[in-house]
């Protein structure tokens, strides 16, 4: 793990991996994962899912800040 950055929360791992694959799935390009591994996707396809992640985060910190107002 030297080149990751380490979870504040370590039992976080599986669950953002779980989703990242969710992700993966919503942006159709599960069967390129299946089929070249994560490694031979490309830095635009990665790029994707990961900053879908992020959206996906944010919206869901806004909601659970805008359910305690």
Do not use: C, H
């Not at 370590?10 to 490694?39: Q, S, T």
């Amino acid at each position: 793990m030297s080149n990751k950055k380490k979870l504040l929360n370590p039992a976080a791992r599986d669950a953002l991996n779980k989703f990242k694959y969710e992700v993966a799935d919503e942006l159709g390009l599960m069967n390129k994962i299946k089929k070249v591994d994560w490694g031979n996707m490309t830095t635009r396809e990665v790029g994707k899912i990961g900053g879908n992640m992020v959206k996906k985060m944010v919206e869901m910190a806004e909601e659970k800040i805008q359910d305690r107002t």
